[in-house]
Every structure is written in structure tokens, then in C-alpha cells.
């Protein structure tokens, strides 16, 4: 289908979104919570961008969500389009002013201050990344939205540790602001039940109060995941029972 982007006419294929044919055009549009591997949220609103239909109508669209269609014309970086992403920044900039992501997006937007009174200092920046890679790829569903307005947070259901999360660490490796923090230990007692139970190999989420005990290879004897991730793995894909015992470079 012909459309065009910033003035210049493309072919784009059908089902493709805005965000995606511009970024092969070599537009270049921020987003924080777009990623390949999950659907489209539009959540964010830093991806908006200016359309005109071909039956002339004016608009302002999420383009990670926006499909293409035959005859429409795309400003990537209209008065308005800039508008938004800017208002967008500088409320994140109130919440997280030192987080290093939300400071390089002020800088391509030309801001330097924010004129809203920084309440917070808070490093989530709810892009809600996380929340769905646990859910869209890990199918853990362990961590979720709670609270409303600026009492709103990512946590577990009742910021109680989570017996849903496996351990998997999507969630720190998708989160653009790095504020998960995960680490295993060689001698984890509980820390957040205040016990002294002794677990050996473990891993920690501290956002989310998970403790999960590693397997250690029965062939090597190194610690190469956790029990709980292992299990529910296999019982998902109906996997070998050897694979419980062994790590990848021993099999």
C-alpha cells in the first residue's frame, strides 16, 4: 500500500504498524513501553505521532498500536506529536528525575526542567514492561498494577512474596529503567520472613520478595537454575525428567 512519512512516499506492507515502517524509513520515534517480543500496549504515549487519512481527517495516533492503511500521511515529529511526548517526559521527569533513561529523552526533547513540582523519586517509571513479559512470555503472571492515581505501583498481589514467579528474570532484563534488582547467593537464609533458614544456592527478586531455591547439576555440581522454573518448564513443554538434574552444558 503507498503511504507517506514526513513527506516522503513508501510502500508499506498491510498489517504493519506505524511505529514499525517508520523505523524501517529511519524515523526515529521514542517509545518506553513497546518491545518486538510483546503486543502492542500503547501505554506510554511517547510513540504518538500526527496522521492525516486520505479522507483528510487530522489526528493523533499511538503508532506501536496504529496500523497502516492505503493513502495515510504520517508526521512523525508534528507540533502536536512533539507536544505530547514532551508533556509525557516532563511528567516523568516530576516522578523520576534521576533515572538515566527518562534524562537522555529530555535531552533529544530539548528539556530541562520540569515545570511540575517533583513529588517523587521513584525509579519504576510503570512503563508496565515487566508485567507483560510475565504474563505474554513467562505465563507466570506474578507481578501486576496496584493502586490508583500516584499511589500506583508494580508489585505482587498484596505485596506479598510471590509463589507465582519462577525465577526467570524477563522482567529485569525488559525493564528500561533497571530498577529490578535479582542476584543469587551462595547461602540464602530468609530475609524477608526474617527466618534463618538455611537454602544453599538461591535466587533473590528483591522488588518482588521471590526466594527461590537452585538447582545444582548433578553431573557438575554448579548451580544453573532455579527448582521451581525448572519444574514448571517441564510440566508446560512435557519435557525429559533428566533435564530436572542437569544443567545445559553437562547434558
Not at 543469587?184 to 537464609?189: G, K, L, N
Request: charged share 25%; hydrophobic share 35%; glycine share 8%.
Amino acid at each position: 500500500m503507498n503511504i507517506a512519512i514526513d513527506g516522503k512516499k513508501v510502500k508499506a506492507e498491510e498489517g504493519k504498524t506505524i511505529l514499525t515502517v517508520a523505523r524501517e524509513q529511519g524515523a526515529e520515534i521514542p517509545t518506553l513501553c513497546h518491545h518486538e517480543a510483546l503486543e502492542p500496549w500503547g501505554g506510554c504515549r511517547l510513540c504518538t505521532v500526527e496522521i492525516t487519512t486520505k479522507e483528510k481527517r487530522k489526528r493523533l495516533v499511538t503508532s506501536c498500536n496504529y496500523q497502516v492503511e492505503e493513502g495515510l500521511s504520517i508526521d512523525t515529529r508534528s507540533e502536536a506529536a512533539l507536544a505530547v511526548r514532551q508533556m509525557v517526559v516532563k511528567l516523568l521527569m516530576a516522578r523520576s528525575p534521576n533515572v538515566k533513561i527518562i534524562k537522555e529523552m529530555a535531552a533529544q526533547l530539548g528539556i530541562e526542567e520540569t515545570p511540575f513540582q517533583k513529588i517523587e523519586n521513584e525509579v519504576c517509571i510503570l512503563c508496565g514492561l515487566c508485567i507483560r513479559a510475565c504474563h505474554e512470555v513467562v505465563g507466570a503472571d506474578a507481578i501486576t498494577f496496584v493502586g490508583k492515581g500516584m499511589e500506583r505501583k508494580i508489585s505482587t498481589p498484596y505485596f506479598k512474596p510471590s509463589g507465582d514467579c519462577i525465577g526467570c528474570g524477563a522482567c529485569v532484563y525488559i525493564c528500561p529503567a533497571q530498577c529490578i534488582s535479582m542476584k543469587d547467593v551462595e547461602e540464602a537464609s530468609d530475609v524477608y520472613a526474617g527466618e534463618k533458614e538455611r537454602m544453599g544456592y538461591a535466587r533473590l527478586i528483591q522488588n518482588w520478595k521471590a526466594r527461590l531455591k537452585i538447582q545444582e547439576c548433578k553431573v557438575c555440581g554448579n548451580p544453573f537454575a532455579p527448582e521451581f522454573q525448572i519444574q514448571t518448564l517441564l510440566k508446560r513443554s512435557k519435557g525429559a525428567e533428566e533435564f530436572i538434574d542437569t544443567c545445559p552444558t553437562c547434558r
